[in-house]
C-alpha cells in the first residue's frame, strides 16, 4: 500500500460525457501527479501540481483539467469522453516536486 | 518517439534462470527509477539511481546506472514466478525535472 488512494476504482460511462477522478496523496506529500496508461501509449505523463499550483504539464488534452484543493487532494476532469480516452488513470504523490513518487491503485476508465 | 528505450518488450523464461531488462536513451538524466507493476495495480518504485556507474542490490535484483546517465539495466538473480510483472524504467529530465517513462518490459515467470 503506497498510501496514496484513488476513486472510483472503476468507471464505465458513454463518449460525450464528463467524469471526475479524485486522488489522496500520501500524507506529507505536496505535490500530485497525473498519469494515462494505455496499451498503445504506455504510461504518459499529464499534468503536476504543487502545493495547489499547476507546477508542470505533459500530454494533457485540452478537454481534461485538474487541480489541487487546499487539503492537498487533487482531482481530474475528464469532459467530452472518447473512446480513446479509455485506459488507466494513475496518480502519484511526492514531498517535493521532483521526488520519488508514490502511485496509487488507478482509477480504470472504460468509455462505451 | 521514446525518450527512453526499454528491451526487450516481453521475456518468458523459466523458474531459476537470470534475466537483463536494459532502458537506453540518448539524453542525460539526473536520476533513474525502476518500478514494477502488477496487472490493474500501479506501478512500485523498486529503486532509485543517482551517481553515473552506481550499482545497487535489492535481494536478487541488481540495478546499474551507466557512466554517463544515460542507461541503465536490471539483473534479476534465479527468477521466481513472483517476479513476473512489468518493469518500468523511469528517467528524470535534468531541465524541467519531469519523470519520463519507457514502454516496459513484461516478465513472465514460469514455474
Known amino acids: 500500500d503506497s498510501g496514496v488512494t484513488q476513486t472510483p476504482k472503476h468507471l464505465i460511462t458513454a463518449t460525450g460525457q464528463r467524469v471526475t477522478l479524485r486522488c489522496s496523496p500520501r500524507?506529507?506529500?505536496?505535490?500530485v501527479y497525473w498519469y494515462q496508461q494505455s496499451l498503445d501509449q504506455g504510461l504518459q505523463f499529464l499534468i503536476q501540481?504543487?502545493?495547489?499550483?499547476?507546477?508542470a504539464k505533459g500530454n494533457i488534452l485540452e478537454r481534461f483539467s485538474a487541480q489541487q484543493f487546499p487539503d492537498l487532494h487533487s482531482e481530474l476532469n475528464l469532459s467530452s469522453l472518447e473512446l480513446g480516452d479509455s485506459a488507466l488513470y494513475f496518480c502519484?504523490?511526492?514531498?517535493?516536486?521532483?521526488?520519488?513518487?508514490?502511485f496509487g491503485p488507478g482509477t480504470r476508465l472504460t468509455v462505451t | 518517439t521514446q525518450l527512453l528505450e526499454q528491451s526487450p518488450q516481453f521475456l518468458s523464461i523459466q523458474e531459476g534462470e537470470n534475466l537483463t531488462v536494459y532502458c537506453n536513451s540518448s539524453?542525460?538524466?539526473?536520476?533513474l527509477q525502476w518500478y514494477r507493476q502488477e496487472p490493474g495495480e500501479g506501478p512500485v518504485l523498486l529503486v532509485t539511481?543517482?551517481?553515473?556507474?552506481e550499482v545497487k542490490k535489492l535481494k536478487r535484483l541488481t540495478f546499474q546506472f551507466g557512466d554517463a546517465r544515460k542507461d541503465s539495466s536490471l539483473h534479476i538473480t534465479a527468477a521466481q514466478p513472483g517476479d513476473t510483472g512489468l518493469y518500468l524504467c523511469?528517467?528524470?529530465?535534468?531541465?524541467?525535472?519531469?519523470?519520463?517513462f519507457g514502454a516496459g518490459t513484461i516478465l513472465r515467470v514460469k514455474s
Open positions: 502519484a504523490s511526492s514531498v517535493l516536486t521532483g521526488g520519488e513518487q508514490y
Open positions: 500524507s506529507g506529500d505536496l505535490s
Open positions: 501540481y504543487y502545493n495547489g499550483e499547476e507546477r
Open positions: 539524453s542525460v538524466f539526473s536520476s
Open positions: 539511481v543517482v551517481t553515473g556507474g
Open positions: 523511469a528517467g528524470r529530465q535534468e531541465y524541467g525535472n519531469k519523470l519520463v
